[in-house]
């Protein structure tokens, strides 16, 4: 089975731009949660989305945004960029959302 | 989610057993303990959990204390390719519950010649 994929691998933006990143599961899989990791707050948890629902949302502002998509594919946006939001985000699959996740290898974005 | 302490660092010479510890003293029954490594700037992988038996896979083996307090993440014998920050965390497993995971700062395991 291939893994889970994320496009871009890199991006770079500036301030006030908006993003859009992209996020395929393995086959199969129908939750697909969001991560942002930055060194200074590690890891951290932003929204989970099981069947085209959003199940789960961390705490983040309403400038960050997921959808899921009928083949389970999702995305998430983030609008109006500051410098802060450069990181790498990480997406993770599973098949119905509690146990093992999978992870993708993530989209890197610098905000300039 | 109960919350987790992992020393910040450890080096294990190669070929040796690597022993990662975790403490969870107010983890709640239903709760599982679960280990993931992220290899610099890759995403997190997933490795064991567990909810009070040992457990062991082809990676690694999972130690849990009887009063479930602490658990130990063994690699048998490790090489520089586990060189890796490793996550132990615990969170409960329902059918049905959401997926979140919340990641500590982790021990970041160094793998030395």
């Known amino acids: 089975k291939a893994g889970v994929t994320q496009t871009p691998r890199y991006l770079i933006k500036t301030r006030g731009q908006q993003v859009t990143l992209s996020c395929s599961p393995i086959?199969?899989?129908?939750?697909v949660s969001w991560y942002q990791q930055t060194p200074g707050q590690g890891l951290q948890f932003l929204f989970e989305?099981?069947?085209?629902?959003?199940?789960n949302k961390g705490n983040f502002p309403g400038r960050f945004s997921g959808r899921q998509f009928s083949n389970s594919r999702s995305e998430m946006n983030v609008s109006t960029l500051e410098l802060g939001d450069s990181a790498l985000y990480l997406c993770?699959?599973?098949?119905?959302?509690?146990?093992?996740?999978?992870f993708g290898p993530g989209t890197r974005l610098t905000v300039l | 989610d109960a919350k987790t302490t992992q020393p910040p660092s450890m080096d294990c010479a190669e070929g040796r057993a690597a022993n990662l510890p975790c403490n969870h003293s107010?983890?709640?029954?239903?709760?599982?303990v679960y280990w993931y490594r992220q290899i610099h700037s890759q995403g997190p992988q997933y490795i064991i959990h567990?909810?009070?038996n040992n457990e062991t896979n082809e990676m690694a083996s999972l130690i849990i204390t009887e009063d479930r307090k602490s658990s130990t993440l063994i690699l048998p014998h490790a090489t520089l390719r586990d060189t890796a920050v490793y996550y132990c965390?615990?969170?409960?497993?329902?059918?049905?519950?959401?997926?979140?995971?919340?990641f500590g700062t982790g021990t970041r395991l160094q793998v030395t010649l």
């Open positions: 989305y099981f069947s085209e629902t959003q199940r």
């Open positions: 567990g909810l009070k």
């Open positions: 965390i615990v969170r409960v497993v329902n059918t049905g519950t959401a997926s979140k995971l919340t």
């Open positions: 107010t983890i709640s029954g239903n709760e599982y």
């Open positions: 086959s199969g899989h129908r939750s």
């Open positions: 993770a699959s599973s098949p119905t959302g509690p146990g093992e996740q999978f």
